[in-house]
């Protein structure tokens, strides 16, 4: 029988279920009808006519390399990326990052917020006591009755003067003399007295100066002193000299002054003058 007398239809050949790297193919080529082994047949983008089934190549931008945007400084993949682009680590990094920080800033918050909670339920116990306290107060007579008629004390005496039986004296002054009416009070000489009525009651006084004798001579041992009731209470040495004629006593002395008693200042010299920089205050700070 001639070979072209046996006729083979390709539908009588055993149906294959797989394909291995082994096989082949049958191809026919424009150099003739060839093998092809599985392994090497290789489907691209250059050989099918589906590729836009596979890659989302139609949108403006579009490109095989990712793109980002910059949001709040983290880069995120943006929507120019082609759909067919597989992520890597270093694409999703920003994003990772974003949702790290966000995460600790809820932390935070969640820990701000049971503070919060803690701090009112304070305020809210604050108010009720608060509440409570008023109550007692409208409810004591004798307290509401009280009525307070202390009056402020405090003095301050600045400017130039003269030392005249060795007494200091204000003669220019710019001095803030107390509010109590009952207080006696004198420049010149310096004197102060305190109320012995009920305006005023057994009081700690802070008594502050910068006294500055102008004088040629030399008055490192001259001394200033506090008086109470007309014992002295406090020396004062000099304390700093300014050229060859000023001399600086500084002091701060704490007295407790009863009512009706006096103060005063004196030297141990007459010859020097005060200087206009001089100042000498009385402060009440209890009582």
Known sequence: MAIEDEIINITDLDVGTELLNTDKLLIETNNGTRLLSFKDFVISVDNINFQDRLLDTTGTGATYNPTFIDVGGYNFLSTETIAGHKPTYSDLKGTLQLVEKHNAELTVFSNISANIDSNTLGVQDLVTNLGTIQSLLDGASALSATQISLSAVNFKQSGSGIIADNKLSFTSSEDVTPVNPNVTYSNNPFKITYPDDNTY??????????????????????????????????????????????????????????????????????????????????IKING
């Open 201 to 282: 009651v057994e009081s700690l006084i802070l008594f502050s100066g910068c006294i500055i004798l102008k004088s040629a001579s030399d008055l490192k041992d001259k001394t200033i002193q506090i008086k109470k009731g007309g014992r002295w209470v406090r020396t004062i040495y000099r304390t700093a000299q300014i050229g060859t004629q000023q001399h600086v006593y500084e002091f701060n002395h704490i007295e407790s002054v009863k009512r009706g008693e006096s103060v005063e200042l004196s030297c141990s010299t007459n010859a020097p003058e005060i200087d206009s920089t001089s100042s000498f205050s009385g």
